[in-house]
Nanobody, 123 residues
C-alpha cells in the first residue's frame, strides 16, 4: 500500500518555527517531484512549496519565500518543510504530495497525497 504520512504539525505562537516531515512507504518517490500544499477552513487547497527529484530546483508560494524551506532525503524517502517566522495566516492543514517529473503548483498535477497535519499559529 502506497502511503505518504505527514507529521510535525502543532500549535505554535506567531514567530515560531516548525518542521514538517512526510515519509513515503509502499514505493519510492525518489524520481518524483514532491510538494507541500495547505488548506485553511473554508478555503481551497493551495500550493506551498515543491522540490525536484534531484533537489536542484525548489519553488515556493510568494508569501512563504524566505520563511519556509523544502528539502528531501531520497535515501529515507522523506520530504521536509522547515517553517520559520510563522504567522497566523499560515494556519492550515498541511499536505504532502507526490507529483511527476516537473514541478507544478496545481493540486491535480499530484497523484499521491498524505492525510495532512494540522498547523495552528496563534497571535
Amino acid at each position: 500500500q502506497v502511503q505518504l504520512v505527514e507529521s510535525g504539525g502543532e500549535s505554535v505562537q506567531a514567530g515560531g518555527s516548525l518542521r514538517l516531515s512526510c515519509a513515503a512507504s509502499g514505493r519510492s518517490f525518489s524520481s518524483n517531484v514532491m510538494g507541500w500544499f495547505r488548506q485553511a477552513p473554508g478555503k481551497e487547497r493551495e500550493f506551498v512549496a515543491a522540490v525536484s527529484w534531484n533537489r536542484i530546483t525548489t519553488y515556493y508560494k510568494d508569501s512563504v519565500k524566505g520563511r519556509f524551506t523544502i528539502s528531501r532525503d531520497s535515501a529515507k524517502d522523506t520530504v521536509y518543510l522547515q517553517m520559520t517566522s510563522l504567522k497566523p495566516e499560515d494556519t492550515a492543514v498541511y499536505y504532502c504530495a507526490a507529483g511527476g517529473s516537473v514541478i507544478r503548483a496545481t493540486p491535480n498535477e499530484y497523484e499521491y497525497w498524505g492525510q495532512g497535519t494540522q498547523v495552528t499559529v496563534s497571535s
